[in-house]
């Protein structure tokens, strides 16, 4: 009988043969911790489990990134503090302001890889299924117990399989593959279960980060592509970055169910306030008009989505009263974007840029939404008061239809801009 | 005596503890208790009583890993969380730090503000003269109970909860 790639890689964390259902003790290949969640989880390994060290400075991945820089003095002596930890830890892989987004940043660096488990102090450390690698997200006291151990315990989940059919139309992409699954399935249409993604063999790895951080808004324990395909050899290639032998889809894998989309008649979806799976098609949406379109996160902040944004905002100027705020995912983007010529296009049509992270995509510095204001967001939460007051209104959609919006200053098809 | 609070579907950890009110924002990290559902209920953390029940529709929890989010919950003492799915993640957190959940739909069986008693021991709700009893919990989970969460039962056991170490 076949395995589904959860079940592969945990079993090789578990060191047995392991299938869905089955709780298991399974060894971590890396721990990503960011500077928000760091404080309480370095409390809880050193003050009440009593390590004193991490099990391996090798393995634990720092990322300074929620607030970056720094918005207030407390946030700065945490950080501080952070900063010290991972001195006098000798972690290896430290990324301080400025570097980006914790899961943009590990997979460029090549740090996160196909079949590793890898646990992450963050929801979105899903994103690591883009290499494929079963990437989790996990609490304090679950990251400080692996930071301690080495290992962390599990319930290996069942696996929905997503089998796109087709090819994207213009000005259509992963995004909206990922809203259009979130309104077939719901917000908990995944939960508990690892989320598989068939027929995207053609997305670059920063596409394959949409769907894979999108997975846990459809519940998903982790989200992961098959490791094949264009996309993948090239980032591979760059990085010298081998696929596991054992790491394959295989024939007769069980799938609890499998969720079918015909990319072919796919249109640009949109989710409405204040739920994810809250989704239609763009065409069914009134006129919507907007105070701030905000191009960024781990989910679409990418130098792919920067320069897909630009391509529609060239020659064009951001509408009178609206803010367009970009926030690349990571310095590698920016940097990217600078030689590419897209950082020069956003700025003339009128945008303002941030320092790489998750500026406020999670409401804190960097963009906070006032009462009553309407954002279109390229991010993956429209929850009421995730970006700012809970009276705003956050409507999720891609980077095209985010510079269309730019643009016209009201909810917009690109279509309806570039022809 | 505890007293029903009653939510609907898809509470995500933002309506629990907004981001803006993480630990990591606070000067005192102790204020956490001041912020359970600050915008969703703005008079539930001035009034929730310790042992009170937060009974909710499906996916609750959902949203971020913030475990700030549970431990606000904690904190203030709620003594049980039902719903009939929690997001996982919420689950996991709030199991290691010994809030004990239970999986059952009771929205359309309890008002919003009722007075029951409850015992967590043995899941059982008395409510107007009426018993409910709730699905037990796996022992594994109870042991986790037993010891006020995971940090202790793992410096008691050296092992995870129900499995032997790798
Ligand atoms: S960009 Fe937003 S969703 Fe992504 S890691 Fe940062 S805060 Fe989380």
Redesign the interface.
């Known amino acids: 009988m076949g395995q589904t790639l959860a079940e592969q890689i945990l079993s090789h964390a ?2 047995k043969p392991v299938s869905a259902g089955e ?5 971590v290949d890396l721990a990503m911790m960011h ?3 760091s ?2 989880i370095i409390k ?1 390994l050193h003050q ?3 390590a004193d060290q991490v099990w391996d400075r090798d393995r634990v991945a720092v990322v300074v990134d ?2 970056a820089p720094a918005a ?1 003095i ?2 700065a002596e ?1 950080q501080q503090a952070l900063r010290r930890w991972v001195r006098q830890q000798q972690i290896t892989h430290f990324f301080d302001v400025g570097r980006g987004i914790s899961h943009a940043v590990l997979v460029e660096e090549g740090l996160a890889r196909p079949g590793m488990l890898i646990l ?4 979105h ?1 899903t994103a690591y299924g883009a290499v494929g690698a079963f990437g989790t ?6 990251m400080a ?1 692996a930071l301690a ?1 080495g ?3 599990l319930r290996v989940p069942e696996t929905v399989r997503i089998l796109a059919r087709g090819r994207f139309r213009p000005g259509v992409g992963a995004k909206d593959l990922g809203l259009r699954v979130a309104r077939l399935i719901g ?2 249409g995944a ?2 279960q690892s989320v598989e993604w068939h027929g995207v063999e053609e997305l670059s790895v920063s596409e394959r980060m949409t769907l894979a951080t999108l997975s846990i808004e459809l ?1 998903g ?1 982790a989200g992961i592509i098959p490791p094949t395909g264009p996309g993948w050899e090239e980032h591979a290639a760059q990085r010298g970055i081998t696929v596991p032998p054992w790491l394959r889809v295989e024939e007769g894998a069980r799938y609890s169910r499998t969720v079918e989309v015909d990319l072919d008649t796919l249109e640009p979806q949109i989710s409405v306030p204040h ?1 994810v799976d809250n989704v239609r098609d763009l065409s069914e949406l009134g006129r919507v008009e907007v105070d701030v379109v905000y191009i960024g996160t781990c989910t679409n902040g990418h130098a792919n989505d920067m320069a897909a944004a630009a391509r529609i905002l060239k020659g064009r100027k951001v509408a009178r009263g609206v803010r367009l705020l970009v926030v690349p995912a990571s310095s590698e983007a920016l940097r990217q974007a600078t030689a590419d010529g897209t950082l020069a296009t956003l700025l003339e049509a009128g945008a303002t840029i941030g320092t790489p992270g998750c500026g406020a995509c ?3 510095h960097m963009g906070v939404l006032a009462p009553g204001e309407v954002c279109l967001f390229t991010g993956n ?1 429209n ?4 970006m ?1 007051s ?1 009276e705003a209104q956050i409507y999720l959609a891609s980077p095209e239809v985010a510079a269309a919006t730019a643009v016209l200053g009201y909810i917009a098809h690109p279509a309806e801009v570039i022809g | 005596m505890a007293r029903i609070w009653r939510f609907g579907a898809n509470v995500n950890t933002d309506q629990i503890v907004p981001g803006r009110y993480a630990p990591y924002m606070l000067k005192n990290e102790d204020d956490l208790r001041k912020y359970p559902f600050i915008e969703a209920r703005p008079e539930f953390a001035s009034t929730v009583r310790p042992g009170d029940l937060i009974i909710a529709g499906p996916n609750f929890g959902c949203g971020s890993s913030r475990e700030y989010a549970p431990l606000a919950l904690k904190m203030v003492g709620v003594g049980a969380i039902i719903a009939p799915l929690f997001a996982r993640i919420f689950y996991r957190n709030a199991l290691n730090l010994g809030i004990p959940l239970f999986e059952a739909d009771l929205t359309d069986q309890l008002e919003d503000g009722q007075e029951v008693e409850f015992n967590a021991e043995t899941g059982v709700i008395i409510a107007d003269g009426r018993t409910i009893q709730l699905p037990p919990p796996p022992e594994w989970m109870r042991e986790v109970w037993r010891e006020g969460g995971i940090v202790p039962f793992y410096r008691k056991y050296r092992r995870f909860p129900g499995a032997a170490s790798v």
């Open positions: 578990a060191g709780r298991i003790v399974a060894r500077d928000s969640i404080p309480s809880i009440e489990l009593g929620h607030v207030t407390q946030t945490h992450g102090s963050d929801s450390s997200g996990m609490g304090s006291t679950d117990l151990t290992q962390t315990w917000a908990d939960a508990y519940g324990e739920s999670i409401g804190r939460r929850f009421r008061g995730r700012g809970p």
